[in-house]
């Protein structure tokens, strides 16, 4: 039981983090359109977005598994 309870503590501490990066992606992206930066770097962005959420869906899934 002790080990659950660790195992969601890492998760939703992981979670947290790629919240937050996500959250700053999403920022950083809005300010390369309002500065007209090159397609190619905001669509690396994008890319890093999607890789976190895809992430964040994984770790969420697996947090409702070990409930």
């Known amino acids: 039981m ?3 309870k660790d ?3 890492k998760i939703l501490v992981r979670l947290t983090e ?6 700053t992606l999403d920022s950083d992206i809005k300010e390369m359109y309002s500065r007209f930066e090159r ?3 905001i669509n690396r962005k994008k890319t ?3 890789w976190l959420k895809d992430e964040i869906h994984r770790l969420e899934s697996q947090l409702k598994a070990i409930e």
């Open 39 to 41: 397609d190619e770097l």
């Open 48 to 50: 890093e977005k999607l």
């Open 7 to 9: 195992q969601q503590g």
């Open 2 to 4: 002790s080990n659950c």
């Open 18 to 23: 790629l919240y937050k990066k996500h959250r």
